[in-house]
Nanobody, 130 residues
Framework: QVEVVESGGALVQPGGSLRLSCTAS????????MGWYREAAGTQREDQRE??????????????NYADAAKGRFTISRDNTENTVYLQMNSLKPEDTGVYRC?????????????????WGKGTVVTVSS
């Protein structure tokens, strides 16, 4: 059983910064992917979530992509020792407002069976307003 929990959302003025955290707990072997997505409040539909930043971790190396609106302002990173993924958000704008959800691609091993699956958190609310 894996649980993913986000934190760090808040009300912030335009131009401000926030750092979101996403922590996974449970029977985790490793991450193979991590990402942050934004959705409008009240939707909760996965197909309406906008990718903000995502990283794929492969034996050959890692690759990271950002939404055009996030490039140069947001940075995704991870702390392997804490099973935590971060999203550093700088120069925030009102259009960054939304519910930020974390999706982690996690490998678990149970009874000798290796299983890869994606896990979503419930989100943390970011409001950028003066």
């Amino acid at each position: 059983q894996v649980e993913v929990v986000e934190s760090g959302g808040a009300l912030v003025q335009p131009g401000g910064s926030l750092r979101l955290s996403c922590t996974a707990s449970g029977n985790i072997n490793k991450f193979y992917a991590m990402g942050w997505y934004r959705e409008a409040a009240g939707t909760q539909r996965e197909d309406q979530r906008e990718m903000v930043a995502q990283t794929y971790i492969r034996p050959s190396g890692t690759s990271t992509n950002y939404a055009d609106a996030a490039k140069g302002r947001f940075t995704i990173s991870r702390d392997n020792t804490e099973n935590t993924v971060y999203l550093q958000m700088n120069s925030l704008k009102p259009e960054d407002t939304g519910v930020y959800r974390c999706k982690l691609g996690i490998t678990t091993i149970q009874f000798g069976t290796v299983l890869d699956a994606d896990y979503w958190g419930k989100g943390t609310v970011v409001t950028v307003s003066s």
